[in-house]
């Protein structure tokens, strides 16, 4: 049995045939843009999530509200001057800038 092709001439070609294949799918991947999903949502849809947003922070605001309204009224609230200091002082910092 005679072997007409080296080991070297095969893997030549297979590398240059693997390159041409890598070229050929850059180049396609650069003609066709990307497929994005798009999703437009009503206006109507739109003040619905929004609406439901708010709810949702109001509802978490209320809750922290009546937890504080209880600490206060049982006496147990108590308030950081170390904290407080901190906020006015952050709060003027911001302020000036």
Known sequence: M???RGYG???EHILQSKKKQA??????SKAIPAAKDNIDLSETTQK???TQANEKAE?????????????IQ???Y????EEIATSMVQA????KD
């Open 2 to 4: 005679k072997i007409e």
């Open 9 to 11: 001439e095969y893997k």
């Open 23 to 28: 070229e050929t799918a850059y180049s396609q």
């Open 48 to 50: 619905i999530r929004q």
């Open 59 to 71: 509802t978490a605001r209320s809750e922290k509200v009546a937890a504080l309204k209880k600490a």
């Open 74 to 76: 049982e006496g147990t």
């Open 78 to 81: 108590q308030v950081s001057a």
């Open 92 to 95: 003027m910092k911001t302020a």
